[in-house]
């Protein structure tokens, strides 16, 4: 299977900026599924880890040299040091590099395993450190979990930062990804026994927030314990987002924010899950003593936290591409979240909705039922900052050629079921196709049928869960296509294996296969709703 992503026409070149240049008119002729990776490449583009850092950090050489962040200047005289972990984090620290200079004195990054190899192969050659670097790199956790590699890094970025004075500043830098690269599970806890703490919390649908929380209680340098380790060095920290709201204490479990989940936080958790009963002794025994709550400075004044890139900002500019292609388009929200066959219903539901309004049917019981089904949804999944109220009036009086986009991002949870392989944007896009497909039986069949739809779903880091793909996409047509290759769709989500259905129907055509970006903000959903030709 090759890229879709890098076999994809230059509609146009990514504006780069959260800013529209005005709208186009593009020819029918192209497809949904080349406008929907149009937009998926742009969303990427904007995050990518070079222009998020140049616009977030420069060095001042006029008088005395600092380093400027936004509006804290930190003088600088070859004193400063460089640790980072993330999947993100190659790409930033080779930006960083560039703009140091000589400042530079020395470094360690975490980064995923073969990605160098992927970023040379891919041509992305500015995401990669300049020969004889000072930074040092090593690549870990394979299949984005914690192993003996991610291990070393840790060790070697908690002994830099502790060796660390108060003349030193500490340049932290940070992305998704982060958790499982920086593992140093509290003593006696062995690293596979923290894992496997963490895949059980993971399999039974625990949140992200949820598993940070039980992260930072088993682990050194989670939960400020960098921080704390560089203290009394400033410390200054960059982060990419990749956790819905971009709070600092959680993204990559907070490793430079003071947090201390209490005993009795992680043994809701943990009750919750059902786990308490098989826990390993050394857990048991780190979370009934003091030893995973360390002493420290709590109002942290030495460090400065700064977000510099986030969900919001990719979805801005595939908004602004979706309009330069003639779509009335709308971000439904940077914060999408729940269990994905619940999201899956919302976007079918808001797919109807869409079909049925922009078919003329502004009035009728079957209009009000699925826009009532639709609000109840919504208010029951409580995702944050998604308000359809007012989008609904709007979408009422479009006229009916016109095209819709609809965008959001965040990250949905699965309910592991079965033994299969997949990731949650697979899953999320295979079960949007059975809920379509089961509407199409309903009232709002006919109406379904007068247009085109495409739902695409996908991971800014150009990988879903353990798999070579980044997502996938999916129409109202896929599971009738797929019955006549002889794929059932509800006997492989029932195994949770989305990715050998995609794999197998029409040769992995509707898999994207982007290979590691350099970059991550969780995921990018697009819907796209046109018309079919009369």
Same mark, same amino acid.
């Given at each position: 299977m090759t890229s879709a992503l890098k076999a994809l026409?230059?509609?146009?070149?990514?504006?780069?900026?959260?800013?529209?240049?005005?709208?186009?008119?593009?020819?029918?002729?192209?497809?949904?599924?080349?406008?929907?990776?149009?937009?998926?490449?742009?969303?990427?583009?904007?995050?990518?880890?070079?222009?998020?850092?140049?616009?977030?950090?420069?060095?001042?050489?006029?008088?005395?040299?600092?380093?400027?962040?936004?509006?804290?200047?930190?003088?600088?005289?070859?004193?400063?040091?460089?640790?980072?972990?993330?999947? *993100?984090? &190659?790409?930033? !620290?080779?930006?960083? $590099?560039?703009? =140091?200079?000589? @400042?530079?004195?020395?470094g #360690?990054?975490?980064?995923?395993?073969?990605?160098? *190899?992927? &970023?040379?192969? !891919?041509?992305?050659? $500015?995401?990669? =450190?300049?020969? @004889?670097?000072?930074?040092? #790199?090593i690549e870990g956790a394979k299949h984005n979990l914690p192993d003996k590699e991610a291990l070393r890094a840790a060790s070697m970025i908690r002994e830099l930062a502790e060796g660390l004075t108060a003349d030193d500043l500490l340049l932290v830098l940070i992305s998704g990804g982060g958790s499982a690269l920086l593992p140093a599970p509290t003593p006696p806890i062995l690293l596979e026994e923290k894992e496997k703490v963490t895949k059980l919390l993971a399999s039974r649908g625990a949140t992200i927030q949820e598993l940070n929380t039980i992260r930072k209680a088993l682990s050194l340098m989670k939960g400020g314990g960098l921080a704390r380790a560089a203290y009394p060095a400033q410390v200054l920290s960059l982060i990419l987002s990749d956790v819905i709201g971009n709070p600092v204490d959680i993204i990559a479990s907070g490793p430079t924010v003071y947090s201390c989940p209490s005993a009795q936080d992680c043994l809701q958790i943990l009750t919750k899950y059902n786990l308490l009963s098989i826990l390993p002794r050394s857990v048991e025994t780190v979370l009934s003593s003091s030893v995973s709550y360390p002493s420290?400075?709590?109002?942290?004044?030495?460090?400065?936290?700064?977000?510099?890139?986030?969900?919001?900002?990719?979805?801005?500019?595939?908004?602004?591409?979706?309009?330069?292609?003639?779509?009335?388009?709308?971000?439904?929200?940077?914060?999408?979240?729940?269990?994905?066959?619940?999201?899956?219903?919302?976007?079918?539901?808001?797919?109807?909705?869409?079909?049925?309004?922009?078919?003329?049917?502004a009035e009728g019981p079957l209009r009000d039922q699925v826009r009532g089904d639709l609000l109840k949804l919504a208010a029951e999944l409580e995702i944050p900052g998604l308000n359809l109220v007012d989008p609904l009036k709007a979408l009422q009086g479009l006229e009916s050629e016109r095209s819709v986009c609809l965008l959001a991002g965040g990250e949905t949870t699965v309910q592991l079921r079965g033994n299969g392989k997949g990731g949650r944007n697979q899953e999320l896009a295979l079960q949007v196709a059975l809920e379509l497909h089961r509407a199409k039986a309903t009232g709002a069949g006919d109406f379904l049928?007068?247009?085109?739809?495409?739902?695409?779903?996908?991971?800014?880091?150009?990988?879903?869960?353990?798999?070579?793909?980044?997502?996938?996409?999916?129409?109202?047509?896929?599971?009738?296509?797929?019955?006549?290759?002889?794929?059932?769709?509800?006997?492989?989500?029932?195994?949770?294996?989305?990715?050998?259905?995609?794999?197998?129907?029409?040769?992995?055509?509707?898999?994207?296969?982007?290979?590691?970006?350099?970059?991550?903000?969780?995921?990018?959903?697009?819907?796209?709703?046109?018309?079919?030709?009369?």
């Open positions: 026409p230059n509609i146009r070149r990514a504006c780069m900026i959260p800013a529209c240049q005005g709208q186009a008119s593009y020819p029918r002729s192209i497809s949904l599924w080349e406008h929907g990776l149009h937009l998926f490449r742009s969303a990427v583009g904007v995050v990518l880890p070079a222009p998020m850092l140049r616009r977030a950090m420069a060095l001042k050489t006029d008088g005395c040299p600092r380093l400027v962040v936004r509006d804290r200047a930190f003088p600088v005289r070859r004193n400063l040091y460089l640790v980072g972990f993330g999947k *993100a984090v &190659l790409g930033m !620290a080779a930006a960083a $590099e560039k703009i =140091l200079g000589d @400042h530079l004195i020395q #360690v990054v975490s980064v995923p395993h073969g990605i160098r *190899a992927c &970023l040379q192969q !891919a041509g992305m050659e $500015e995401m990669l =450190l300049k020969p @004889h670097s000072r930074i040092q #790199v420290g400075p709590k109002d942290y004044s030495h460090v400065y936290n700064v977000v510099i890139g986030s969900n919001s900002l990719a979805l801005e500019e595939a908004k602004c591409q979706a309009e330069d292609l003639g779509y009335w388009t709308l971000i439904l929200s940077a914060a999408m979240c729940g269990e994905v066959s619940r999201v899956a219903k919302l976007y079918s539901q808001l797919i109807q909705f869409v079909c049925l309004s922009t078919a003329g049917l049928g007068r247009y085109e739809v495409l739902f695409l779903s996908c991971g800014t880091d150009g990988q879903d869960g353990p798999t070579e793909a980044a997502g996938a996409f999916s129409s109202q047509e896929l599971v009738d296509k797929a019955a006549q290759e002889g794929l059932n769709v509800e006997t492989f989500l029932s195994n949770n294996d989305s990715y050998t259905f995609f794999s197998k129907f029409q040769n992995g055509h509707h898999l994207l296969l982007t290979g590691l970006t350099g970059t991550n903000v969780m995921d990018i959903q697009a819907i796209l709703i046109r018309a079919r030709d009369r």
